[in-house]
């Protein structure tokens, strides 16, 4: 009969994946994901349906719009999204934001 109960040396199945994921740097990597997966619920439908690609590469997020007159407007809100993203994130996520 084996003992059912953790030695005290256990650390919890969510404590291991985190320490690995910031051991091989994939901890910000996720968040990223989480970001661009959450696009339209940080932004909305209409923006969402109009962006047709999202990266963050140096603390910059990329932002690839079909629609010039939507990629303006954005544009000039741009600060109010560096603070929604990085709300979300927990962090600091990005500092800027390029269009096109």
Request: glycine share 4%; proline share 2%.
């Amino acid at each position: 009969m084996s003992d059912s109960r953790r030695s005290s040396n256990d650390a919890p199945l969510k404590v291991i994946i985190d320490r690995l994921m910031k051991a091989y740097g994939l901890e910000s990597r996720m968040k990223e994901m989480d970001v661009i997966n959450a696009w339209p619920e940080l932004m909305g439908t209409a923006v969402a349906n109009r962006t047709k690609e999202l990266k963050i590469r140096g603390k910059i997020l990329y932002v690839v719009m079909d629609s010039s007159v939507m990629r303006n407007e954005l544009h000039h809100g741009k600060q109010i999204i560096i603070d929604r993203v990085n709300a979300f994130a927990g962090c600091e996520m990005i500092t800027d934001i390029w269009f096109s």
